[in-house]
């Protein structure tokens, strides 16, 4: 049973546009969600957090939506730019140092 | 060297060789992780340690071996694996008194057992 699902294994957006990955989660214990992004031979990095006591996190290009009634989670990219181009992958945690991922989104920006 | 390093990069075994992965973490944390990421699937959560302590075993088989000597070195210890334990194995590190905090990912260990 997969407790965080990402639907779109992959997305592709034009350059400047916004990107939206989208995440979903069936354990209502959790309480703190992640998005990391990874490039070909390089290991997850860290890209933006939130907590379950918000609803928004901005970071410059990067925006994080939680929707706790919905079980749904989005990260918005804007404008896209080319080396946004990665897989993205939603995490999601119910503490104690722990992470449930999601199996992943491939994000292509065309130019 | 600094954040996240893994050795070896890439790694081909067969399935009666003994083998171990390192990591090591530059970034003052006290708590680590490995992680399997197998072809179409989600990373998955082997092991964590927590101020050198083993607090989390996936119900991970015995012919993988955790060993924590201290907070910035972890080592998976492989023997008698099978084909289907190939895979990419990712270490990361966080600080783990902050309660839920980012994980800093290595570049993984690619894996192949024939």
């Given at each position: 049973d997969q407790q965080v699902k990402q639907n779109s294994p992959s997305l592709s957006v034009q350059e400047g546009r916004i990107s939206i990955l989208n995440c979903d989660y069936t354990n209502s214990m959790f309480d703190y969600f992640l998005w990391y992004k990874k490039y070909p031979a390089e290991g997850p990095t860290f890209l933006i957090s939130i907590s379950s006591i918000k609803d928004k996190n901005e970071d410059g290009r990067f925006t994080v939506f939680l929707n706790k009634s919905a079980k749904h989670l989005s990260l918005h990219i804007v404008p896209s730019q080319p080396g946004d181009s990665a897989v993205y992958f939603c995490a999601a945690s119910p503490g104690a140092q722990k992470l449930v991922f999601g199996q992943g989104t491939r994000l292509t920006i065309n130019p | 060297e600094t954040g996240v390093t893994q050795t070896p990069r890439h790694l081909v075994m067969g399935m009666t060789n003994k083998k171990s992965l390192k990591c090591e973490q530059h970034l003052g944390h006290n708590a680590m992780y490995w992680?399997?990421?197998?072809?179409?699937?989600?990373?998955?959560?082997?092991?964590?340690?927590?101020?050198?302590?083993?607090?989390?075993?996936?119900?991970?088989?015995?012919?993988?071996?955790?060993?924590?000597?201290?907070?910035?070195?972890?080592?998976?210890?492989?023997?008698?694996?099978?084909?289907?334990?190939?895979?990419?194995?990712?270490?990361?590190?966080?600080?783990?008194?902050?309660?839920?905090?980012?994980?800093y990912f290595g570049p993984g260990t690619r894996l192949t057992v024939t």
């Open positions: - | 992680y399997k990421q197998s072809a179409k699937k989600p990373l998955e959560l082997m092991f964590v340690y927590s101020l050198e302590e083993r607090v989390e075993n996936n119900s991970v088989p015995s012919r993988f071996s955790p060993e924590c000597p201290n907070s910035s070195h972890l080592f998976l210890h492989l023997h008698t694996l099978q084909p289907e334990d190939s895979a990419l194995y990712l270490c990361a590190s966080s600080q783990g008194d902050r309660g839920v905090s980012e994980q």
